[in-house]
């Protein structure tokens, strides 16, 4: 049995933090994700890591990027408009290839919007958010469990790939207090020889940058940054399944949405409809592949998706069905959570 | 073999020879040569972070032999404050411009300076954007012609030309600052003495050190070198007085 | 066996530390719980409530809008979730102090007067939330009188530990001044 505790999924991310080797957090409070802050500033005297709390957003942001370029392992947390000011420094870290994790406990908007939870994110995750071509590898975790083992993973992935990893949580899921398995602290640390610690003689001097002034420098830097996240989108999709292998209703929801999605197809089930939840726990790169798969079986009807927002995986859910099986889209916005019962009538006036 | 020269200079080790950027007559190529000078006199190669800023320097990693980061606009301050706490046995310096320094990035300025991070910012002011073409700058004199201020710079509409050193020194974390120029060798030399008191200051962990080097732009200016460096003393100086700002408690 | 829950109030009545301590019991037990407060501007004076979800298997949705167990511990709580109790659901509600009770019928209605209770006969009006802990886990016995009491010592900080004796009593008061469902 590991380290079993009670706590709230934003404090559950904060020590899986510290426990994945944390060097350097910085940060600006913001409901609903200052437990985060507050938690590590409880922790920060016990561990070996760097607290700052940043002027703004946008100096956390490039706080972590001049601590990413240092060598460390480095995150930041926020909520909805703060991650929108985080984004140039998005743009800057995934052009500079910096390891670093960033949180998004996603609150409803737009603007100064509600602080009670919300998906209307999604676009800004998996999109990109900020300025040029680039890729967050984005984890959306949809439990306490998940706020710590996506932590943990995200920091791994950061490092392997040398790429900024996103956790898009939400307002519930960071509030929420379950039960939470801890995982065990990383001991590892990870040689990171092109940071900038100091020239050394036996290697050239480390410039850490997104400035390519030549057209033709930047295009090659383009096509590097594209093959990375072919190679991301071949290794690292993940998701799970619900009561898949007979559906013929396909649910497809993600963070708090899809716990609610899966009491759907509880519900439908008990009325004689045959459904199923696929669930991406990677946002980007998305399950694409099984999307695709599931279209071109013959007893799937249609695709449900329910999130929190007007509708925005649902395009990527029609890419990727691409034109084979209707995709319906449902939800609320404004911070409200969907009831199961709201989603099922949806799906079922769909199926007449 | 015998030339009958005794040499009594070389290009500094870790500035590297390639050819500069700069317009003639600049001083980022004066300050440049300075740091690197220091640099190797107090044999920092290893142990040195530099950031450098969006503007004119904005290439500085080409010229100097040392690790860098190449920070976004006016965000240099926050790279150095996590660069430094993360590395704190490293000399950490920002290599700024006014635009980057005190408008875009005067939040990132002053709460890292008021923090009392423990890193450098040299801070060139030439009063002027120069990379993006002559535009106002936080630091342009009253009355001064730039390309977005064609009729003079109206102290009503754009207020007064902000004075970063006299604000810096202000803060509790503060352990140095101080107003340089490079406009003459005996400036030039002062300028190098006060960096590397912002150095040896950094490395015993005082607080922030701020060295402004009051700079110039003859190509934005619209004049030649030599009047630019007559006029860095007839109108920039009377504005922004050299001298030291702050001191270490004794 | 899934009980959706939720706790409301004035903020510095308890609520939230009361259904965390029932959370955390559960857990204890090996059962899946939630807990989810309510969050915002009003820290103190406000309105302040949690969900509590406990459950055999993985909750799905850690926020609902109907309840099978609601704890309203004053009026404007009262106001705003007697319609949200399922049919055949518990209502417990603070009598002292809420002067228009609920008007349902088809719902099991608790009047419980905690704070007479605790301020005069315990003599502290904070261990009120208890009282109507120990009120709830005799109707619906969703954890253990003992898992109470471990939860307490277990969450409280070790500097309060001398009012464990006091929550204890508490807990049995709430217990026995109401019937089994």
């Not at chain 1, 709230?8 to 409070?29: D, H, S």
């Not at chain 1, 910096?98 to 737009?110: E, H, Q, S």
């Not at chain 1, 998701?239 to 559906?247: G, H, K, P, S, T």
């Not at chain 3, 003992?146 to 307490?152: D, F, G, R």
Request: proline share 6%; charged share 20%.
């Amino acid at each position: 049995m590991g380290d079993i505790k009670f706590m709230k999924g934003n404090e559950a991310l904060a020590e899986a933090a510290i426990r994945a080797g944390m060097q350097g957090y910085f940060g600006y409070p913001i409901t609903p994700q200052s437990e985060v802050v507050e938690y590590l500033a409880l922790q920060e005297p016990k561990h070996d890591f760097v607290l700052v709390q940043a002027e703004s957003e946008v100096a956390s942001i490039n706080m972590v990027y001049g601590a990413a370029g240092a060598g460390a392992r480095t995150m930041t947390t926020t909520s909805s408009p703060g991650f929108s000011l985080m984004q140039e420094g998005m743009s800057y870290i995934a052009c500079a290839e910096l390891p670093c994790v960033v949180v998004n406990v996603v609150r409803g908007g737009p603007g100064l919007g509600t602080i009670q939870p919300g998906q209307g994110d999604y676009f800004q995750a998996v999109k990109g958010g900020g300025h040029g071509d680039y890729r967050l590898i984005v984890l959306a975790p949809n439990s306490v469990q998940e706020m710590a083992d996506h932590t943990m993973l995200a920091f791994d992935l950061a490092d392997q790939y040398r790429n900024p990893v996103l956790i898009l949580s939400d307002g519930a899921i960071g509030q929420i207090m379950e039960k939470v398995e801890l995982p065990d602290p990383v001991t590892t640390k990870i040689e990171k020889p092109w940071a900038s610690t100091g020239k050394t003689p036996d290697r050239p001097r480390n410039v850490i940058t997104s400035l390519y002034i030549k057209p033709e420098d930047m295009e090659q830097k383009n096509i590097e940054l594209q093959a990375k996240y072919r190679k991301i989108e071949a290794s690292e999709v993940r998701f799970e399944e619900y009561l898949l292998d007979d559906a013929e209703v396909v649910i497809m929801a993600y963070g708090v949405t899809s716990r609610i999605c899966k009491k759907v197809v509880d519900l439908g089930r008990e009325k004689g409809v045959k459904m199923g939840l696929l669930r991406p726990i990677t946002l980007w790169p998305f399950p694409v592949e099984r999307v695709a798969q599931l279209a071109a079986q013959e007893r799937v009807r249609m695709f449900v998706t329910a999130e929190m927002n007007a509708g925005q995986m649902v395009e990527d859910v029609r890419l990727a069905a691409n034109g084979r099986k209707p995709v319906y889209s449902t939800g609320r916005m404004g911070g409200i959570l969907p009831t199961p019962e709201e989603i099922l009538d949806f799906s079922l006036q769909h199926m007449k | 073999m015998k030339t009958g020269y005794e040499k009594i200079y070389e290009r500094p080790d870790t500035l590297l020879s390639t050819r500069m950027h700069y317009c003639p007559g600049c001083m980022h190529a004066i300050v440049h040569k300075l740091i690197a000078e220091l640099i190797d006199e107090m044999k920092l190669q290893e142990k040195t972070v530099g950031v450098c800023p969006v503007g004119c320097s904005v290439f500085a990693y080409d010229y100097i032999d040392i690790d860098w980061q190449e920070a976004a606009h006016g965000r240099a301050a926050a790279l150095a404050t996590a660069i430094k706490r993360m590395l704190p046995d490293r000399l950490v310096f920002s290599y700024q411009g006014d635009g980057d320094l005190a408008a875009i990035g005067t939040a990132e300025t002053i709460h890292a300076c008021n923090r009392g991070e423990q890193f450098t910012f040299i801070f060139i002011n030439n009063a002027i954007y120069g990379m993006t073409g002559g535009q106002m700058a936080p630091t342009t004199l009253e009355g001064m012609k730039t390309t977005t201020s064609p009729y003079g710079r109206l102290a009503k509409t754009a207020g007064m030309p902000l004075k970063m050193c006299e604000l810096v020194s202000q803060f509790d974390g503060v352990a140095f600052a101080q107003r340089v120029s490079c406009n003459n060798p005996a400036n030039v030399r002062r300028t190098k003495k006060a960096i590397q008191r912002a150095f040896e200051i950094q490395q015993q962990g005082l607080g922030t050190t701020f060295v402004e080097v009051v700079s110039n732009c003859p190509s934005n200016w619209k004049c030649t070198p030599e009047v630019s460096l007559q006029k860095v003393k007839e109108e920039m100086l009377p504005y922004f007085p050299l001298g030291v700002y702050k001191e270490p408690r004794s | 066996m899934l009980k959706e829950m939720i706790f409301s109030g004035f903020g510095g009545q308890g609520v939230l530390s009361m259904g965390k301590l029932l959370a955390y019991a559960a857990m204890k037990e090996g059962k899946e719980v939630s807990w989810m407060p309510s969050y915002g501007p009003e820290m103190r004076g406000g309105t302040a409530n949690c969900m509590v979800n406990i459950s055999d298997r993985q909750i799905s949705s850690p926020i609902v809008t109907e309840y099978d167990v609601v704890v309203v511990l004053n009026q404007p709580s009262l106001d705003k979730f007697e319609s949200r109790v399922k049919k055949g659901g518990t209502l417990i509600w603070e009598s002292t102090t809420i002067k228009n009770g609920p008007t349902r019928d088809d719902i099991h209605v608790v009047p419980l007067p905690a704070i007479d209770k605790a301020t005069n006969e315990l003599k502290n009006v904070k261990v009120m939330n208890m009282l109507v802990l120990g009120a709830l886990v005799k109707l619906e016995p969703v954890v253990n009188r003992e898992s109470l009491i471990t939860a307490l010592k277990d969450t409280l900080p070790k500097r309060y530990h001398n009012l464990i004796p006091l929550n204890e009593e508490a807990i049995e008061m709430g217990m026995s001044l109401v019937k089994d469902n």
